[in-house]
T-cell receptor, first 114, second 111 residues
């Protein structure tokens, strides 16, 4: 099993550009989520999904869109990148999303917006 | 404002010393988890605690969940350089699908 995979690993964007961060898992997990990690802030939840076709907002959803058309994939879209979105982005998955589940994290995407 | 406050923010100790990291909140959590993250990688789960007063041991690591389920601590005995990393606590206080993380404690163990 590859676990949770994320692409790209690094990305540099100009302000106003759009892009999609890819996330895939091969563990047949129902729950998937996106976090951003900034120095001194820990991980903050952007969006999450409890199953294909179902998504909901987390703590910091503004400027990001998600969709979940399959169980395996959960892409994160930046519609118009801003310097404030410079961060490290982590995708995670778990069996059901319950607080006692193990969250499996991908290796992260380091995004810089100029 | 972080739902979960971790202290200290940084900790640097010599190999063989003990250390304790704290995770506190004003909210009651149904469960609490501790993760360790190494540079350039995603966090990896160490433990989940669910019962107030619960103590779990993982080799030299001891985790405790407060009686009121508002706080937790991680104690490392005889720390080794391999324990170096960012330690994060995380919990769910209401919505079972929104896991909140503390800002983390960066632990450095010098050889």
């Amino acid at each position: 099993n590859a676990g949770v995979t994320q692409t790209p690993k690094f990305q540099v964007l100009k302000t106003g550009q759009s892009m999609t961060l890819q996330c895939a898992q091969d563990m047949n997990h129902e729950y998937m989520s996106w976090y951003r990690q900034d120095p001194g802030m820990g991980l903050r939840l952007i969006h999450y999904s409890v199953g294909a076709g179902i998504t909901d907002q987390g703590e910091v959803p503004n400027g990001y869109n998600v969709s979940r058309s399959t169980t395996e994939d959960f892409p994160l879209r930046l519609l118009s990148a801003a310097p404030s979105q410079t961060s490290v982005y982590f995708c995670a998955s778990s069996y059901s999303g319950k607080g006692t589940d193990t969250q499996y994290f991908g290796p992260g995407t380091r995004l810089t917006v100029l | 404002t972080q739902l979960l406050e971790q202290s200290p923010q940084f900790l640097s100790i010599q190999e063989g010393e003990n250390l304790t990291v704290y995770c506190n909140s004003s909210s009651v959590f149904s469960s609490l988890q501790w993760y360790r993250q190494e540079p350039g990688e995603g966090p990896v789960l160490l433990v989940t605690v669910v019962t107030g007063g619960e103590v779990k041991k993982l080799k030299r690591l001891t985790f405790q969940f407060g009686d009121a389920r508002k706080d937790s601590s991680l104690h490392i005995t005889a720390a080794q350089p391999g324990d170096t990393g960012l330690y994060l606590c995380a919990g769910v206080d209401g919505n079972d699908y929104k896991l909140s993380f503390g800002a983390g404690t960066t632990v450095t163990v010098r050889a």
